[in-house]
């Protein structure tokens, strides 16, 4: 399985994005997908995920009521849509399964970066 994530851009406080995770192969595996997050000199952090077949979620508690992850398993595709977005949103974010889980990979790519000004 390989995810590639994208829709990362410059965007002003208060604004949104939506980030779009693709997953190409063997998708029938995969079970929950998560968005990460990291920010210059700042350990890598998971900001939510989605569990493929049911739709819960969870968010790290610095993004609820901002952040939105949801998918379209006919597209193999999970989103994240961002709203009032903070400065401190600022970082690349990357998709990726849990470790251990036969969808994680250990190349986390380039992720795609959004940038929030004041």
């Known amino acids: 399985v390989q995810l590639q994530a994208s829709g990362g851009g410059l965007v002003q406080a208060g604004g949104s994005l939506r980030l779009s995770c693709v997953a190409s192969?063997?998708?029938?595996?995969?079970?929950?997908i998560g968005w990460y997050r990291q920010a210059p000199g700042k350990q890598r952090e998971l900001v939510a995920s989605i569990i493929s077949s049911s739709g819960r979620t969870n968010y790290v508690d610095s993004v609820k009521g901002r952040f939105t992850i949801s998918r379209d398993n006919a597209k193999n595709t999970v989103y994240l849509q961002m709203k009032s977005l903070k400065p401190e949103d600022t970082a690349v974010y990357y998709c990726n399964g849990p470790y251990g889980t036969s969808w994680y990979s250990d190349d986390w790519g380039q992720g795609t970066l959004v940038t929030v000004s004041s």
């Open positions: 192969g063997s998708t029938a595996s995969i079970g929950t």
